[in-house]
């Protein structure tokens, strides 16, 4: 019997139900052995980084007992196949020095390779929180998904989605913080609160110099926001820098990432962050710039 595979998330991501439990186990399957200089990791997968121990104990189990579980593969052009599941199997394999693996080969279109390797991942829960919100990230820009599908289909709710998706406005030291394992996605949610880059900066440092937990810090966070000073009465000025902001706020949200607006008199330029190549790429389609 097929053990219990990843969920509705899967098995209702498209409607021939082939793609259903792609985890389990590959019982009536053909197990093909492949060369594992013929395969290649997917672009599109959302884990940007490996914990190196982790890799190292897989491949002495490999090592010792074989790979059990084999990998999914979809063939491409030239002979070779791309992993649909099983990206971290395969760097095992290499390290355990394996020449072939055993696969499942099944065909999928390049959508539905990029899509089932975002969901197969995400719902694994052990991404880090900024690759997370960037598998979300690539589900709603490059598949056209709205959150509430995204929610659906990771099982999850639409808050979460949208919640782990406002950590990509954090600047790119505080992302480092989260992809290290510093802080938390909760630190972060915290952080968010509290509108001064600086301000963020500071606080970031004293919670892992403190070692603050989640509620100490969103109490901190709150704190600060009720200690700041009075505004003055708004100005022409004031209000124009409001609209900036808020263009500013769409344009982040529009992009999936970081957008800095400076204006000066009738003059102004307009900064995006991009983390990475295919980050780059993916803004770059966006405004039709081939790259």
């Known amino acids: 019997m097929a053990r219990k595979g990843l969920g509705k998330g899967l098995g209702t991501l498209f409607d021939s139900g082939g793609i259903a439990d792609i985890e389990a186990d590959a019982s009536g399957a053909e197990i093909s052995e492949i060369k594992l200089s013929l395969i ?26 074989g790979l059990i579980q084999p990998i999914i593969i979809s063939p491409i052009e030239g002979g070779r196949y791309r992993i649909v599941a ?67 289909k990771i099982g999850k709710s639409r808050s979460a989605v949208a919640n782990s998706l406002r950590l990509l406005s954090l600047d790119e ?27 963020r900066n500071e606080l970031a440092k004293k919670i892992i110099d403190e070692g603050l937990n989640v509620r100490q810090a969103e109490a901190l966070s709150k704190k600060l926001g009720k200690n700041r000073p009075q505004r003055r009465k708004k100005t022409e000025d004031d209000v124009y820098s409001i609209e900036l902001e808020r263009l500013q706020n769409r344009l982040s949200s529009g992009l999936g ?35």
């Open 40 to 65: 290649e990791p997917n672009r599109n997968q959302p884990r940007k980084s490996f914990d190196p121990e982790k890799i190292d104990a897989l491949a002495k189990s490999i090592s010792e007992h």
């Open 86 to 152: 099983g990206e971290r199997r395969w760097r095992a394999a290499k390290k355990a020095g394996l020449s072939t693996v055993p696969t499942v080969i099944r065909e999928y279109s390049d959508e539905e390779t990029a899509q089932i390797a975002l969901i197969e991942n995400l719902q694994r829960e052990d991404l880090n929180p900024i690759e997370e919100a960037l598998g979300y990230r690539t589900l709603i820009n490059d598949f056209s998904l709205t959150q509430e599908a995204v929610s659906e």
């Open 173 to 199: 030291n505080i992302q480092k913080l989260l992809i290290d394992g510093k802080l938390t996605g909760g630190h972060a949610r915290a952080l968010l609160s509290v509108e001064d880059e600086e301000l």
């Open 257 to 291: 990432t970081k957008v800095k607006i400076s204006h000066n008199k009738n003059r102004g330029k307009i900064e995006i962050e991009y983390y990475g190549n295919d980050d780059l790429e993916r803004i770059l389609s966006m405004f039709s710039v081939e790259y």
